[in-house]
């Protein structure tokens, strides 16, 4: 993952890379993700990043099971 203030590039387990605008709210936090560190994000409906977690990998597919159960808006 590489950070600027306004973007985030993220590398996917198969080796995809996408970038993500970010909120501003959210800048703070993702400066304290460490680059390489798996993450989760949670992406809204105009495909900006609004939060992640980073961490333990087995923690983290809890929260990928918590996010994907989180009702839809749309």
């Known amino acids: 993952m590489k950070f600027s203030q306004e973007e985030v590039v993220v590398k996917t387990e ?22 390489g560190e798996p993450a989760v994000f949670l992406v809204d409906e105009t495909n900006h990043i609004v939060d992640v977690t980073f961490g333990d990998l087995s923690a983290l597919e809890q929260i990928m099971g918590q996010y994907r159960q989180m009702p839809s808006t749309k």
Do not use: C, E, F, Q
């Not at 909120?23 to 304290?32: D, E, G, Q, V, Y």
């Open 14 to 35: 198969d080796g995809k890379t996408s970038t993500y605008p970010l909120r501003p709210l959210i800048r703070s936090k993702m400066a304290s993700v460490p680059i």
